[in-house]
Structures are given as C-alpha cells and as structure tokens.
C-alpha cells in the first residue's frame, strides 16, 4: 500500500444516478486539474470511438493549448471562428463548428481562450455561458465531449456546470492520485449550488505502465479507494499515443488494432449501454 488517505467525498455521493438525456446530448467534461494526464488524448479517442459507433459526436476544445483542435486539423486559420469568440458573445457556437476528417465535429480553441478567465470575470452568469451555448446545438447530437483546461478556474467551471457528467482521467502516479479530492470537492461544490445534475460518470486509468511496481500499486489504491467507479478497462502507456497526433488522427485511425484503440472503443461501448 502506498498510504493514500481516503477520499473525502464518498463516490457514492458524487456518481449515483447519473442522469439519463433522452433527445438532447449527453455532455460530459473530461476533467483532472493536474496537466498531462491524458485529458485531449481521451477526449479526441472516445469522441473518435463513439462516432465509429454512428454517434453524432461534439468535441469542445475548452483547452488554451488548443492540443485537441491542432490534432484533428481543426485548428482556426486566421479570423476563424472558436470558442472563444463564442464565450464572449461575439458568434453564435453554430457558426464555429468545424467538421474534421475524423468524424466528430470540433469547437475549436486557439492560445485566446488563455485570456478567457479575465474577459469574463465581470461578465453577469459567466459560469453558465458554456451551457447556454451547448444548449443551443445539444438537440443536434448524442455525445458532447469537453477537453477541460489543466486547472479549476473560470474555463473549467464552465464546463461542469455545462456538463451532466465528468469522465475523469487519472495517470498511475502518486501525486496525480493526491489530487483526486480537489477535483472531487469541485464537483460536489458545483453540484450544490449551480449544476445538482452533475456527477462524476467514471475514472479511466490512463499512462499506466504494468512493468514499473510503483504503477501497480497506485492501480490497486485507486481500486480500492473508487471501487466499481473505475473504468475496467485501462490505457497503457505507448508511444504510439505521440506518435498519432503528429499524424493528425485519433489513436483508432493511427492504429486501430493497438491496445488503447481497444480500450477507448471498450469505453465507448461501455458509455452507450
């Protein structure tokens, strides 16, 4: 055992009775404030898997890196429209939808949406613009993914209350496991007072790499402190995840027999029973 302490909130409190959309999308925010735990790559993967499963699928780049956009070749050329300017009410989301390659249509970022927190600090509901938005094309989807940003500020606050539910990513490392409560008491925070549908739909265990003992006992404590609220399946380490966004694709269409395809085209199955 590694000594992780207990979750301060039970599961059970955050993940019971995950609400069921019936003709308008289910968004789900795809959340961890800690960065480069696999966040875009699980967003770009499952929206790839579901729409091979004949969802219509939105991926949301709420990210200021814009990772997800630039990827799947959907990065905004100069005076394009993003997320950005939808935020700030200067387009309508519709008019920012990008069609990609990969199927899933894109709201696409750029390195503009990093002024987002203070453009709309003022701003009268700034924490339900996102969700005014989605609302407006929900009805036109059956997925709608969000790629959070690396932090619990403005962006992300968006995203939860947008959201019926927070898929959340976790590498297999000690520190990533200790920020887990954070994320947990920002949900239940935004649960109680501006989104009481939201809950968290799974933890998918991502970066793991079997061979290393450290890796296998951080999987065995988050087993044991989430039990049934972690994902079955999880997404090994490989390079291979590099290697498919240089080639614009998901990791289905870059190497669709490789054991993370397996596992995000499990998850997405898993999503749609």
């Given amino acids: 055992m590694l000594g992780f302490s207990e979750p301060d909130l039970t599961t059970q409190q955050l993940i019971a009775n995950v609400p069921v959309h019936f003709y308008m999308a289910r968004i789900i925010a795809v959340a961890n404030q800690k960065g480069g735990v696999g966040k875009t790559t699980t967003t770009i993967s499952l929206g790839t898997a579901l729409r091979k499963e004949r969802?219509?699928?939105?991926?949301?780049?709420?990210?200021?890196q814009a990772a997800l956009s630039s990827?799947?070749?959907?990065?905004?050329?100069?005076?394009?429209k993003t997320v950005y300017q939808v935020l700030l009410g200067q387009v309508k989301i519709a008019e920012a939808i990008r069609v990609t390659q990969t199927g899933p249509h894109v709201l696409?970022?750029?390195?503009?949406?990093?002024?987002?927190?203070?453009?709309?600090?003022?701003?009268?509901?700034r924490e339900?613009?996102?969700?005014?938005?989605?609302?407006?094309?929900?009805?036109?989807?059956?997925?709608?993914?969000?790629?959070?940003?690396?932090?619990?500020g403005l962006l992300t606050l968006n995203a939860l209350v947008a959201a019926g539910e927070v898929l959340v990513p976790l590498q297999c490392e000690y520190l990533a496991m200790r920020g887990m409560n954070l994320l947990l008491r920002t949900v239940e925070k935004v649960r109680r007072t501006l989104n009481p549908d939201l809950a968290i739909v799974?933890?998918?265990?991502?970066?793991?790499?079997?061979?290393?003992v450290h890796a296998r006992e951080v999987l065995e404590e988050v087993r044991r402190a989430f039990g049934e609220q972690v994902f079955p399946m999880v997404v090994k380490s490989s390079v291979r995840f590099k290697?498919?966004?240089?080639?614009?694709?998901?990791?289905?269409?870059?190497?669709?027999?490789?054991?993370?395809?397996?596992?995000?085209?499990?998850?997405?199955?898993?999503?749609?029973k």
């Fill in 55 to 64: 969802k219509r699928v939105l991926l949301v780049d709420l990210d200021p």
């Fill in 128 to 152: 339900r613009i996102l969700s005014d938005a989605l609302n407006s094309v929900a009805d036109r989807y059956d997925f709608i993914l969000i790629d959070c940003p690396p932090s619990l």
């Fill in 108 to 125: 696409p970022a750029t390195i503009d949406l990093s002024a987002a927190d203070l453009d709309l600090a003022a701003e009268m509901g």
């Fill in 71 to 80: 990827t799947l070749a959907a990065a905004p050329d100069n005076g394009a």
């Fill in 243 to 272: 290697e498919a966004p240089a080639a614009g694709l998901s990791i289905l269409d870059y190497d669709a027999a490789h054991d993370g395809a397996v596992a995000y085209r499990d998850l997405a199955r898993r999503l749609i």
């Fill in 202 to 212: 799974g933890i998918l265990v991502t970066m793991y790499n079997a061979r290393t």
